[in-house]
């Protein structure tokens, strides 16, 4: 069964300051996806990685993928208070449809 | 902007209930999907539909849940008889094709099982 952790759970960040957010996932995959979520609201499409050493970047956030390590990093440079949310990664088994969800990482920056 | 869309956007129901949540997927999709997230945890899949049959399931989608397109435009979510665990967010999605396909999800209908 796949398995997706993501860590950390929460994080408190000054702006202007860098982090990044990490995805673990348990077995082989052929997709990984990162959303967005602000409270109450749906979630929103940021990245779609297919394949090993993926990089995308969208103003200050930037994902990666290494399928070897079963890894997908979400790297946010100089923090702006518009990122405060809840940002999670999305896991596709090979051979079904459903994606598999993190934990989610509630990120608060502060001014 | 094509988006899919959900009605209503909050439901309360009794227990033991019948609830239907709706959702018009974006039109040139063929694969529809039924998520639910409990308040502050994550999200969690319940079904895949794809060709007017279900193509996956999970655990959580049992006898009490089902699915239907009753009329080539909407995707309902049918939940028999609501207990107060069934209380969450339900997201529709949808996506124009299997595996690699980005998923397109709803704004969502908040239930509340009272």
């Known amino acids: 069964e796949l398995k997706v952790e993501q860590n950390p759970l929460f994080l408190s960040m000054q702006e202007g300051k860098n982090y990044t957010i990490y995805c673990n996932y348990s077995?082989?995959?052929?997709?990984l996806y990162w959303y967005r979520q602000d409270p109450g609201k749906s979630l929103e499409s940021l990245f779609v990685?297919?394949?090993?050493?993926a990089v995308k970047q969208e103003g200050r956030l930037m994902a990666s993928l290494d399928t070897k390590a079963r890894l997908s990093t979400l790297h946010i440079t100089a923090a702006v208070h518009d990122l405060s949310a809840t940002y999670f990664c999305a896991v596709g088994d090979f051979g079904n449809e459903k994606l598999t969800f993190g934990t989610g990482t509630r990120l608060t920056i502060i001014p | 902007e094509p988006e899919v869309t959900q009605t209503p956007s909050h439901q309360v129901t009794q227990m033991g209930q019948e609830v239907i949540l709706r959702c018009v997927p974006i039109s040139n999709h063929l694969y529809f999907y039924w998520y639910r997230q409990i308040l502050g945890q994550k999200v969690e899949f319940l079904v895949s539909?794809?060709?007017?049959?279900?193509?996956?399931k999970s655990e959580i989608f049992d006898d009490q849940f089902s699915v239907e397109r009753p009329d080539g435009s909407n995707f309902t979510l049918k939940i028999r008889s609501t207990k107060l665990e069934d209380s969450a967010m339900y997201f529709c999605?949808?996506?124009?094709?299997?595996?690699?396909?980005?998923?397109?999800f709803g704004p969502g209908t908040r239930l509340t099982v009272t």
């Open positions: 077995t082989t995959s052929d997709r």
């Open positions: 539909f794809y060709n007017n049959e279900i193509s996956e």
């Open positions: 999605a949808s996506s124009p094709r299997q595996a690699h396909g980005e998923q397109y």
């Open positions: 990685l297919l394949s090993n050493g």
